[in-house]
Each structure stands twice: as structure tokens, then as C-alpha cells.
């Protein structure tokens, strides 16, 4: 999970592109607006997020990589 002005934005998604071109399933989430430890505070989209990361969690080895 990234946020869009995150600080390290740009080495997250060079990070998923090399993953990409490597075949390595990767679950990544770009949040715009978002900056780093967003998922720290009371926001509707870290709330979001992190129930993202439970289903994640709960789910195993479900993976999507739509976003």
C-alpha cells in the first residue's frame, strides 16, 4: 500500500514493475493523495485500506493485482 504523494512513491512503483517483469505476484495499492504512514490516522481511506489488508489476510493466498 502507497500513497500517491508518498516520499517513496516512485521506488514503490519501480518495485512493482520489477516484479511484474519478473512473474512475482504482488498485491499493490496506490492511494492518491495519500502520504507516508497515511494508514496511521482516523482517514476514510486508511480505514478502507486497512480492511483491504484484512480480506488480504483472511483470504491466504486470494491475490488480485487490478490497482
Known amino acids: 500500500f502507497a500513497g500517491g504523494g508518498e516520499i517513496l512513491s516512485v521506488q514503490a512503483s519501480a518495485f512493482k514493475r520489477k516484479a511484474a ?30 480492511g483491504e489488508v484484512c480480506a488480504f489476510i483472511s483470504n491466504g493466498t486470494e491475490l488480485t493485482t487490478d490497482s
Open 21 to 50: 517483469q519478473e512473474n512475482v505476484s504482488l498485491l499493490y495499492r496506490e492511494y492518491p493523495d495519500m502520504q507516508h504512514d497515511w494508514l496511521l490516522f482516523p482517514l476514510p481511506e486508511a480505514k478502507q485500506a486497512l
